[in-house]
Every structure is written in structure tokens, then in C-alpha cells.
T-cell receptor, first 112, second 111 residues
């Protein structure tokens, strides 16, 4: 089934460690996004990529980095995790900038 | 940045009842979207609205893009148990990656 695959589904990580969350889409969408979802705050955009080779900062980018080496993959890296980064992370994609976004099933990350 | 106010935060209704939820913004959006999220899954797109005043239906769901471009509502008619979940509104400016989400409406449907 076509769609967005995120890995891992959940992870417990010690503070100070690094972690890369993986996201792959097989819909040949140009744009991809990373959000975090926290209780009572809805989803907030961390970083985005309009097309392979380009990235941009969203609403809450600090502490996170992304890369977009090809159309299908958009990994999110936490270089040195802190407890405030405990959240559920969702990857999304859209045909192009400004188009409706489609979401993966999320990665639940706990930083201790 | 733009903030979306979604209400109500939660609703407890009887199966068969109609439901209405809405979203307002301090800024203008070019696109309004409504998503539903089930536990352990990502949000799923229900309806996308692209023009002020637009009224769009998807089965028992109806959504409208407000004339001022600062609000939208979602109605669910004749609710059923599988309507349970969290509903999110989202607004996006044209050619802008900054899609903003409301905090969600948690819907519980009692059989």
C-alpha cells in the first residue's frame, strides 16, 4: 500500500544521546514535513522540504536537523536529545507546496 | 504566527446525533483542512477547502470555508461509533509550508 512509513514506531532515549527518525514515502510527493504533537498543542511544524535538496525551518526547529538527499526520504535528527523533546513525531508529505498533507503513523519518542 | 482556536475541546454525544465543531484564526488562510486522528495513528485528511464560502461534503461530513477566510466549521450528521477520535482543523496560506493546526476536538460517541 502506497504511503508514508516512519521508523521506529517508538523509542526510549537517554538525554544527551543522538537519534535519527526515519521517514520514507512512495508517492513521489515533492514536499515533506516533520511535526511534533504534544497534548493540548496540536501539531507543530519542525522542518520542511519543498523538493529534494532543499530544506526549511518551521515553527519549532531548534534542536532538530533534517536532510533531503532524494525525493523519498526525509530523516529527522536530534543531535543531543533533551527531555523537552519527548513527543510524538509525525512525518507528512504533499504533492507540492501548499497542497493537502498526508501523514505517517508517527514515532513516539521518550527522552529520559 | 497565526494561532487557530478550535472548539469545543471535547464532545460526548449519543449515537445518531449531529455534531458541529469550528475553528477560528486571527489571520487569513487560503486553505482550510479537516483531519481525523485515531489512537496510535497519524491524522487522516477528511475535507480540504480552497475558496471562501465553499461548502464541501464527504459522506456524512460537511465543512465550510468562512467568508472572512478566518474560520471554518465541520459538521457530522447521524454520528456512529466509528466517528470516535480527535478532529483537527488546519489552515494554510497559499504557497506556504506553514500549516497551522488547532488543538483538536475529542469526540466520544455512546452507542
Amino acid at each position: 500500500t502506497a504511503g508514508i512509513t516512519q521508523a521506529p514506531t517508538s523509542q526510549i532515549l537517554a538525554a544527551g544521546r543522538s537519534m535519527t527518525l526515519r521517514c520514507t514515502q512512495d508517492m513521489r510527493h515533492n514536499a515533506m514535513y516533520w511535526y511534533r504533537q504534544d497534548l493540548g498543542l496540536g501539531l507543530r511544524l519542525i522542518h520542511y522540504s519543498n523538493t529534494a535538496g532543499t530544506t526549511g525551518k518551521g515553527e519549532v526547529p531548534d534542536g532538530y536537523s533534517v536532510s533531503r538527499a532524494n525525493t523519498d526520504d526525509f530523516p529527522l535528527t536530534l543531535a543531543s536529545a533533551v527531555p523537552s523533546q519527548t513527543s510524538v513525531y509525525f512525518c507528512a508529505s504533499s504533492i507540492g507546496q501548499g497542497q493537502p498533507q498526508h501523514f505517517g503513523d508517527g514515532t513516539r519518542l521518550s527522552i529520559l | 504566527g497565526q494561532q487557530l482556536n478550535q472548539s469545543p475541546q471535547s464532545m460526548f454525544i449519543q449515537e445518531g446525533e449531529d455534531v458541529s465543531m469550528n475553528c477560528t484564526s486571527s489571520s487569513i488562510f487560503n486553505t482550510w483542512l479537516w483531519y481525523k486522528q485515531d489512537p496510535g495513528e497519524g491524522p487522516v485528511l477528511l475535507i480540504a477547502l480552497y475558496k471562501a464560502g465553499e461548502l464541501t461534503s464527504n459522506g456524512r461530513l460537511t465543512a465550510q470555508f468562512g467568508i472572512t477566510r478566518k474560520d471554518s466549521f465541520l459538521n457530522i450528521s447521524a454520528s456512529i461509533p466509528s466517528d470516535v477520535g480527535i478532529y483537527f482543523c488546519a489552515g494554510q496560506a497559499y504557497d506556504n509550508n506553514d500549516m497551522r493546526f488547532g488543538a483538536g476536538t475529542r469526540l466520544t460517541v455512546k452507542p
